[in-house]
Nanobody
Framework: VQLQASGGGLVQAGGSLRLSCAAS??????????MGWFRQVPGKERDFVAD????????SYGDSVKGRFTISRDNAKNTVYLQMNNLKPEDTAVYYC????????????WGQGTLVTVSS
């Protein structure tokens, strides 16, 4: 599975951004794969942001983004989105898209990351 993330950039605190992640690959079938987003600040561990089931019916979020971020997917386009609202400087990080087969416990395919910078 190949994952291509996009949509990062510089935004002021309180602003919004939408990240996209396009999935591809010979074995990739949208409904069979859960997808998610993690983020990482240099020198720190990669943190969970959100994930979504293959059908899109089930989502979960990290505590720090609940109520501000929304994950969604368009299986016809093999694409997952992360709508980020009311951004804060502490949201500044490299955001990584990830996927796993629905039957697997751990995410095992990762995109290249897209940088989000929130200025105060």
């Amino acid at each position: 599975v190949q994952l291509q993330a996009s949509g990062g950039g510089l935004v002021q605190a309180g602003g919004s951004l939408r990240l996209s992640c396009a999935a591809s690959g010979r074995t990739f079938s949208s409904y069979a794969y859960a997808m998610g987003w993690f983020r990482q600040v240099p020198g720190k561990e990669r943190d969970f942001v959100a994930d979504i089931s293959g059908s899109g019916r089930t989502t979960s979020y990290g505590d720090s983004v609940k109520g501000r971020f929304t994950i969604s997917r368009d299986n016809a386009k093999n694409t997952v989105y992360l709508q980020m609202n009311n951004l804060k400087p502490e949201d500044t990080a490299v955001y990584y898209c990830t996927s796993r087969r629905a039957t697997m416990a751990n995410f095992d395919s990762w995109g290249q990351g897209t940088l989000v910078t929130v200025s105060s």
